[in-house]
């Protein structure tokens, strides 16, 4: 399996194989010593052909969720799917892969993912499928949050989860992931966190329709054109626990959402388990 990514240093393109990730290497255009970057650390980077390794897997369902990808379907996912088919000048990497259930990608095919789901008719799209619920939950609304919807039952749709993740400090979500909000009045996000001594983080919970794009440069503030809710850890040694943020959306008609959660602050913050889901 080969390794396709960019020199760090002269930007140009280098070939490794997958088995050198680990090893230190000389770039054939400037000689540059350098380690090859990891599928988490460069996105558009890609190895050849079809099949992927388990790291880039890892990454992609971390990032996208363990549900498919499918607007309206929320069966786990059992493989992935290339956004951009190869055969459309698509790569095999973290960028371009989502995941997806076993029955999607037997219909699928090789078709580009974008252009199929156009396709698929909207009576395909409009149920979503849900799994039986496995807890209930309730709460009050988080600072910022818009006026609360009515939930009226406990059902549960999951949205995204991951063990032995590792999201640290960024700005930019650690988790993005498009649900249909049907019935879901509020989302709810349970995560394991360790600090440093001395560091603080704040975990946003974040959700905006799926036609707009927010900037999340903007998070904490009046300007931030979207609905969000945090919780703030903060200690003076080395510490670890759990979070729990909820934030309810607001009585709008059905439509598609984009939940997320980000972590920002200072020092070294480290999210190593989560679970994200919509309680309706």
């Not at 069966?75 to 029955?103: D, F, Q, V």
């Not at 349970?190 to 903007?218: E, H, N, T």
């Not at 759990?242 to 009585?251: A, D, I, M, Q």
Request: hydrophobic content about 35%; overall charge negative; aromatic content about 8%.
């Amino acid at each position: 399996m080969i390794w396709h990514y960019n020199c760090p240093e002269c930007r140009r393109p280098v070939e490794v194989d997958w088995s050198w990730l680990k090893e230190e290497i000389l770039c054939p255009n400037c000689n540059a010593q350098h380690y090859p970057p990891t599928p988490g650390e460069d996105p558009l980077a890609y190895v050849s052909g079809h099949e992927w390794p388990k790291e880039m897997e890892t990454i992609v369902v971390s990032r996208h969720g363990t549900m498919c990808a499918v607007p309206g379907c929320y069966r786990k996912y059992s493989t992935l799917a290339h956004r951009r088919a190869l055969e459309h000048g698509g790569r095999t990497s973290t960028e371009n892969l989502l995941p997806i259930c076993a029955e999607h990608a037997r219909v699928k095919g090789d078709r580009s993912y974008d252009e199929w789901v156009k396709a698929l008719r909207p009576e395909a799209l409009a149920e979503p499928t849900l799994p039986e619920p496995d807890f209930s939950t309730a709460g009050r609304p988080g600072p910022g949050a818009a006026e609360p919807a009515r939930v009226t039952t406990d059902r549960v749709q999951p949205i995204a989860a991951g063990t032995g993740v590792r999201f640290g400090i960024a700005g930019l979500p650690a988790v993005q992931m498009p649900f249909l909000r049907g019935m879901v009045g509020k989302l709810v996000l349970d995560y394991d966190w360790r600090l440093k001594a001395g560091s603080w983080c704040r975990v946003f919970l974040v959700a905006w329709p799926a036609s707009q794009v927010p900037i999340l440069a903007m998070l904490g503030s009046a300007e931030f054109d979207g609905f969000a809710s945090a919780v703030e850890h903060s200690t003076t040694t080395d510490d670890r626990g759990t979070g729990h943020v909820e934030l309810y959306l607001p009585s709008t008609p059905a439509g598609r959402w984009t939940a997320a959660f980000v972590v920002q602050g200072e020092g070294e913050c480290l999210i190593s388990e989560y679970v994200l889901a919509g309680i309706g």
